[in-house]
């Protein structure tokens, strides 16, 4: 059976995968929050796992760093 993981939990492995992923492409925060028009602090909550993303921003961040968005789940 596999392990349910609380809310918090998965906002912050969503955004631990984003952050591999941008620094993968070695994109700063700046420079992905500009392709996907989204201010630096926000994406920087986003990959803390203190916001909940909604699905749309994570497709355009997905369509930036030339990844299937299921690469965060």
Same mark, same amino acid.
């Given at each position: 059976?596999?392990?349910?993981?609380?809310?918090?939990?998965?906002?912050?492995?969503?955004?631990?995968?984003? /952050?591999?992923? /941008?620094?993968? /492409?070695?994109?700063?925060?700046?420079?992905?929050?500009?392709?996907?028009?989204?201010?630096?602090?926000?994406?920087?909550?986003?990959? /803390?796992?203190?916001?909940?993303?909604?699905?749309?921003?994570?497709?355009?961040?997905?369509?930036?760093?030339?990844?299937?968005?299921?690469?965060?789940?």
């Amino acid at each position: 059976m596999k392990k349910k993981l609380r809310d918090n939990e998965f906002l912050k492995k969503v955004g631990s995968k984003v /952050r591999k992923h /941008r620094k993968a /492409r070695k994109l700063s925060l700046q420079e992905l929050g500009n392709a996907i028009g989204m201010n630096i602090s926000n994406l920087s909550f986003l990959e /803390r796992g203190k916001t909940n993303p909604h699905l749309l921003t994570l497709k355009a961040i997905a369509d930036v760093l030339d990844v299937d968005v299921t690469e965060f789940f």
